[in-house]
């Protein structure tokens, strides 16, 4: 029995192929993944997992005792996503093992394509857990529904009434360009989290904790994203970011209405087609994790958990599929309407200097001696 003691919940994905284009994940390659994680978990390398998709995304979904960056299990995570690698490309899968952006493991499976979020935690006697798994757009996509879950009063109600959260949590806000990492407080320092995690293509919130006298530790997470950024890896495009989080909820936590109220309304975020335009993001049941019209527009599912006292995942609930998010759908699809109309324009297509795509960069270079002095 866990309760009272430390696990890991880690959840880790990748792009190794998508099927037909970026649109899903092949049936063949989930159930390649479940035979190597029933594997460890009969080693007792995991307690339990959980395998599944968003879009052209594998989603590894695993608790154990081995706490964050653990060798072991980032190394099983790697392995898995070699060997469904392998069935891609027997299945002849579009970009078969293209987030595999090294040759080797060394150890730790960050830096190398995948995206990661995982906390260790200190099992409480209910734990309930949300996973969220976005597709075809970027980090920063996380950081106004984050921010509305734990720093906004008009989304999350208990900020205001309940006792245990009155005083707020620590924001830790990660800048992707420069790799350096403040740790902000809310609602003191409420400006100056919003004047950074506005600029959401560099400032990306990573962590959320408590503050001294909350239940929970203030050094435990509540909340955590994954930023790694493929374009900042990898040095040219090979596909959109489609970051993942953990929160969790209740107890002194946002409730689990206050942690999916954010997406109820289709706020606009990078990526789409090539990564490289704006768009609305829908929040989808699982079914409708399949994103076709322009590769898009992006998506969010959310999957409920309970953790029970033996570390096992007690779902998923797939917490998307509720008619109270029918409203924010449509809103989306007509968001996504308006936005195509403008084509090859900005906004819809990013800015200059966030364009992730080798195109634009090749046609300047092939115009550069055609430019003339004004």
């Not at 029995?1 to 880790?12: D, F, L, N, Q």
């Not at 299990?73 to 490309?89: P, R, S, Y």
Request: proline share 7%.
């Amino acid at each position: 029995m866990y309760v009272g003691k430390k696990i890991t919940v880690s959840v880790i994905k990748a792009d190794v192929g998508g099927w037909p284009g970026h649109h899903k994940v092949h049936p063949a390659l989930m159930e390649r993944a479940k035979e190597l994680l029933s594997m460890a978990k009969e080693k007792g390398t995991l307690i339990d997992f959980y395998v599944t998709y968003c879009g052209d995304d594998l989603q590894l979904i695993m608790t154990h005792t081995k706490g964050v960056d653990s060798e072991e299990i980032h190394g099983l995570a790697w392995d898995t996503f070699k060997e469904a690698t392998e069935v891609a490309k027997e299945l002849g899968l579009y970009g078969a093992g293209q987030d595999l952006l090294k040759d080797a493991f060394s150890g730790n499976i960050r830096g190398m394509g995948p995206g990661i979020a995982e906390m260790e935690i200190t099992l409480r006697k209910s734990e309930p857990i949300v996973t969220f798994h976005m597709d075809k757009t970027e980090p920063g996509a996380f950081n106004l529904p984050i921010f509305r879950m734990f720093g906004d009063p008009f989304n999350t109600a208990g900020l205001v009434i309940d006792p245990h959260m009155h005083m707020g949590f620590r924001f830790e806000v990660w800048d992707i360009k420069e790799h350096k990492k403040v740790i902000l407080n809310s609602p003191e320092e409420l400006y100056d989290i919003l004047a950074l995690i506005g600029a959401k293509s560099r400032y990306v919130i990573k962590h959320v904790f408590p503050k001294e006298g909350h239940r929970i530790s203030k050094d435990e997470p509540v909340a955590v994203i994954s930023t790694e950024k493929l374009y900042e890896i990898a040095g040219e495009y090979v596909g959109k970011d489609d970051p993942v989080a953990i929160v969790r909820a209740q107890s002194g936590l946002p409730a689990l209405g206050e942690v999916l109220e954010p997406f109820a309304f289709p706020h606009l975020v990078s990526g789409w087609m090539r990564g490289s335009h704006n768009g609305p993001i829908i929040p989808v049941p699982l079914k409708y994790a399949t994103p076709s019209r322009f590769d898009g527009p992006p998506r969010v599912v959310a999957l409920g958990w309970q953790i029970n006292r033996d570390g096992k995942l007690i779902g998923p609930v797939d917490l998307f599929d509720d008619v109270a998010f029918d409203d924010a759908r449509r809103k989306a699809l007509e968001i996504a309407d308006y936005m195509r109309r403008h084509g090859p324009f900005e906004p819809h297509r990013l800015p200059m200097e966030e364009m992730e795509y080798t195109t634009l960069p090749g046609i300047l270079k092939r115009l550069a001696d055609r430019f003339e002095q004004l």
